[in-house]
């Protein structure tokens, strides 16, 4: 993805162009009128609501910290929407936020998010550069159990529309939950992982529009911590994601 330019780097830069090219021609300067230039921040995310039928990560994620559509947001501090950077690499998607994340209102800022960050780096990946990361459901279940069905199905909504908004090149599901979510499937991570498989968005209007989005799964950072022997296989997804980036 191209750095942004601000509006001032995109004027100096064509008045660089501009003397380059005076000086190759005859070296005489010419006065021209100043084109008048956008910040791209603004652009992006004018492409961005564009691009998400006027929605944006914003406007979704003001409706998270509302959200009243099921049973856990009586029982949450503060609602988890996501963070990261617009049209992103990879999209990376959770199971849902634990206790720090619910004290922080952040996703993955506990320790199973301390070593997320630590995968993501050895594939040159990062929530401040080139990833957005969320979770299948936006507020803490009790106790860090799994999100019931009713859960899922109330807050599926939310990542669909980030999904719309954020159009990522690539999804990278940590974990049984989101991969099991994500595919519509209840099959084990340990088949679902280290795989590509074709992510089909779930709006309608963007199955005509969309191509599909590479999805691949591994296993979440959590059961890394619980289990070491885990880590060797999670390894082997990431290179196989790496892989495919640098293709
Ligand atoms: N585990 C998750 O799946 N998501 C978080 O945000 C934190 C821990």
Known sequence: MAASMTAEDKT????????????LRDGHWRERETPVFEDDAAED??????????DSLETIAAEVRECKACGL???????????????????????????EEDERGKPFVGAAGHLLDR??????????????????????PPGNRDPSPEEAAACAPFLA????????????????????????????????????????????????AAPAIPLIATYHPSALLRDASLKRPAWEDLKTLLARLQT
């Open 161 to 208: 529309r980030q999904m719309r908004v954020l159009r990522p090149a690539y999804i990278l599901c940590m974990g049984r939950i989101a991969a099991q979510t994500m595919l519509h499937t209840s099959e084990g991570i340990g088949r679902l992982r280290g795989k590509f498989f074709d992510y089909t968005p779930d709006y309608p209007a963007d199955n005509a």
């Open 12 to 23: 100096r830069l064509a008045a660089l162009f501009d003397t380059s090219g005076d000086f």
């Open 73 to 99: 947001c009586a029982l949450r501090i503060l609602p988890v929407p996501g963070e990261g950077v617009e049209r992103p690499l990879a999209l990376v998607i959770g199971e849902a936020p634990g206790s």
């Open 119 to 140: 995968m993501l780096a050895s594939i040159n990946l990062s929530r401040t550069t080139n990833c957005f990361i969320t979770n299948t459901v936006k507020c803490r």
């Open 45 to 54: 995310g004018a492409a961005q609501r564009v691009a998400g039928g006027g």
